[in-house]
T-cell receptor, first 112, second 110 residues
Framework: GQQVMQIPQYQHVQEGEDFTTYCNSS?????IQWYKQRPGGHPVFLIQ?????EVKKQKRLTFQFGEAKKNSSLHITATQTTDVGTYFC????????????FGRGTQLTVWP | NAGVTQTPKFQVLKTGQSMTLQCAQD?????MSWYRQDPGMGLRLIHY???????DQGEVPNGYNVSRSTTEDFPLRLLSAAPSQTSVYFC?????????FGPGTRLTVL
């Protein structure tokens, strides 16, 4: 079945460095979503990408959806300690609304 | 949290005990889901529901039961807890295909 693969599993950066996490699907996705989970917290929705080649920005975060709608990336410019957490991508499971397949996440650590 | 509440926040069980994790939402959303989160495994779907009286299995349903008698509540039942069910459990509701998670229940089975 469809799976969503995410790399890397861990990333340690010094504050001010950039960070990127990548997500790949074995099948074409109708959309891809990104979530952030702070340590000890719950996943929080960040953004949804729908169109082929779509790029969206939220302050220092840039999200991209590949032309083939099989891959996506999240790039953080000049990381801050507030960026610490685990970032998940998620794609729909089939056609049923609300069923998502989550990647395993990238855990970001930022040294001050 | 889109009005999603979960109780309890923490629970310790002995192997073989049963318990129910509670999830409630006050937004009248039709779609609700249960996930478990284990280190390095991401979020795995246990069960989900598309409305009152309708539930279906996710990718890791074994050992768990659900029911959806009302739109507001979606309890998750462990009939005979096992150490492999030690995990953090999240309930979520869906708005336009986006998941909104509750605060979670951290369960330890000894």
């Amino acid at each position: 079945g469809q799976q969503v693969m995410q790399i890397p599993q861990y990333q340690h950066v010094q504050e001010g460095e950039d960070f990127t996490t990548y997500c790949n699907s074995s099948t074409t996705l109708s959309n891809i979503q990104w979530y952030k989970q702070r340590p000890g917290g719950h996943p929080v929705f960040l953004i949804q990408l729908v169109k082929s080649g779509e790029v969206k920005k939220q302050k220092r975060l840039t999200f991209q959806f590949g032309e083939a709608k099989k891959n996506s990336s999240l790039h953080i410019t000049a990381t801050q300690t507030t960026d610490v957490g685990t970032y998940f991508c998620a794609g729909p499971r089939g056609s049923t609304l609300g069923r998502l397949y989550f990647g395993r996440g990238t855990q970001l650590t930022v040294w001050p | 949290n889109a009005g999603v509440t979960q109780t309890p926040k923490f629970q310790v069980l002995k192997t073989g005990q049963s318990m129910t994790l509670q999830c409630a939402q006050d937004m009248n959303h039709e779609y609700m889901s249960w996930y478990r989160q284990d280190p390095g495994m991401g979020l795995r779907l246990i069960h989900y529901s598309v409305g009152a009286g309708i539930t279906d299995q996710g990718e890791v349903p074994n050992g768990y039961n659900v029911s959806r008698s009302t739109t507001e509540d979606f309890p998750l039942r462990l009939l005979s807890a096992a150490p492999s069910q030690t995990s953090v459990y999240f309930c979520a509701t869906t708005i336009l295909d986006t998941q909104y998670f509750g605060p979670g229940t951290r369960l330890t089975v000894l």
